[in-house]
Structures are given as structure tokens and as C-alpha cells.
């Protein structure tokens, strides 16, 4: 350290005092030993560069620089970048993680990888990130509709989209955007559904005393061609479905009978169909009960009575647009048991 404080000088008026300055030695005498900030001579004999807390030494061994991170950036959540020039920026991101981040168009990642599977009426989140500078807009879209996504609070940069899947029926195609004034890129996946949308739709069913024959037409919502049909059936409703028996059928039939079946008892029956890749959505529980013994076949023909429909929701119901919905319908002082069928009008 030198102060030339001996020496004065003249600045508008004034006598000014010079500024200590920082001159090395030995080695590092003369151009600081070609350190770019601190210098240390070796026994006058070979000179070590110093570097100060945040940077590194570059691979000359003499010039200074920010570190840059070997990782890319897949994620800034939760990060602090800081400019190495105008076209790096280093991040430190929790648990103290390091990563670089590049100036130009987005780069998307997608978590979890895929294929996206997921049964009926199930439920599935799909992570889109985006990562760049300048900061892009990231956005999730179905077909021509853009999909509702979280926004960004107030001072902050959402780097990432979340997409949530509930209760999809149908195979889909969702598509990822990302763009920034440096360029745009979008990546597409596809959700399969595996199984059929919906349930098969029970159109008749007429009773025994000991079986019932049922008809069905086949779902409306099919993702692929359909394998079979699953009948299930019991007479205690209350029990879980893995409790019911059932009854396989190939397609392309769409119908069939239960047989061995107690005369005179109510029986519950669901229908379900298959595809190749698994069970499709169950269908809503129908009840049947079969007839009375051969006993009472004399006494039933003399007492014919025409059947009273009612339906259990009432004449008018309103229903929100897509969503499910379940109607009952009651006969009673039917003799002999009617066919019951549903009609759309």
C-alpha cells in the first residue's frame, strides 16, 4: 500500500489529498502479476491469483469470473438467478442447487413422463415447465379451447403450468405452449382412457320366476371396439360389487338371461362394458323382481291390472350441462310384470 499524502493537489480552489493506492510486490509489482484482483508472490518466484467470495478463477488461472453451473435449468421455482453476461444467467434454486439458464426460446419439460393411462372417470395432473430468458408465457390448451390455468401473483414469474384432469371419459390430446419475444415451442400428449366412457344402456328386462332376461345397447362414449359386457347381479344391493355375481358376455350380443335365480325376489343388475385395454364405467343399479311360484299363475291371470308408472325424481328435473345424472322408475299393480323399457324422445 502507497499514499503519496506528501503530495497535494489543486481542484477548484481547493487542496485535495490523493487516494491510498494498492500496488503489489515482488511479482506482483508490475501489473498486478496479471491477476484480474488479488495477487500473491510465491517467494518472489511464481505468482498465485486470488479470486474473491462468488467467483472463480477461469482456465488461464489468472482472470476472475462468475461460476457457471454445468446443469441446465428445468425448473425455476423457487430460484435466484444473477447474470453472468448477457446471455447466462446462474440460479440458485432451494436445498442450494445450481443451475444455468439461457437467453432464447423456451425449453418444455414435462413431468411425470408418460404415457398418460388412467381409468374411467379417473383423475391425473400434468406438470408443464417452461425455462428461459426472456421469461415466457406458458399456457395449457385443448383442441381450440385454452384450458383454465393458475395465474402468476403480482412481482412474480410463473416458469410453470399445472394441468388437472377430473373425471375424463375420453381419450384426449393436450397441448403445452410456451413463447417469449426469442421464439415459441409447444409439446402435445395424449391421454387414453382405458376402458369404455360409459355404461352400456339397459333397454329391457323381463322376469321369471327363477331367471330374468335382460337387453342393452352398447355405451355411448367408446374409446376402442368393445370386447364383452360384465352383468352383475344379486339380491342384496347393500353388498360391494366384487360381492355380486356375474355373467360374461362377447360381443356383439346384447343380451342375456340369469338363470337359477328365488322366485318371488327382488334382484339388483348392472351392467358394464369391456374393452381391450380394461372394464369400461359401471352402469347405475336396475331393480327386477322375479314372479311369484307356479302356485299363484291361476289367480294372477284372473286379477290382470294395468301397470302405475311413476318416476321417482318427479316430472321435470333439472340438470346441470354435462353431468350425470340417474332416473327411477317405479311400477307397481302390474299383473302380469310388464317389460319396462326407456324411451328418448
Known sequence: MIDEIDTLFCHQKTWVNTLPVCRGKGLCEKDNGGCSHSCLSINDATVECRCPRGMTLDTDGKTCIKPIPKT???????????????????????????????????????????????PPGGNINITCSAVAYPFPDIYWQRGDERVHNIPSKIGTVKNEQILIIKELFKNAEFTCHANNSMGKVERTVKVIITGPGSAPVLRGALSGRTTIQIRWDPPHVINRPITSYTVYYTNN??????????????????????????????????????????????????????????????????SAARPLVTIEQGEELFVAPLKPFELGCNISRADPVPVVTWQHK
Open 72 to 118: 441446465l435449468c428445468r425448473s425455476l421455482a423457487g430460484c435466484s438467478c444473477a447474470s453472468i453476461d448477457d446471455n447466462q444467467y446462474s440460479c440458485t434454486c432451494p436445498k442450494g442447487a445450481k443451475c444455468l439458464l439461457l437467453r432464447g426460446p423456451p425449453k418444455l419439460y414435462v413431468e411425470p413422463q408418460g404415457p398418460y393411462e388412467v
Open 237 to 302: 344391493g347393500n353388498q360391494p360389487i366384487k360381492n355380486w355375481q356375474k355373467l360374461e358376455v362377447k360381443e356383439p350380443n346384447h343380451q342375456a338371461t340369469i338363470e337359477n335365480l328365488r322366485p318371488n325376489t327382488p334382484y339388483y343388475i348392472r351392467l358394464r362394458a369391456n374393452d381391450q385395454m380394461g372394464p369400461g364405467r359401471l352402469g347405475n343399479p336396475a331393480s327386477v323382481t322375479t314372479l311369484r311360484p307356479d302356485l299363484n299363475i291361476q289367480l294372477k291371470f284372473l
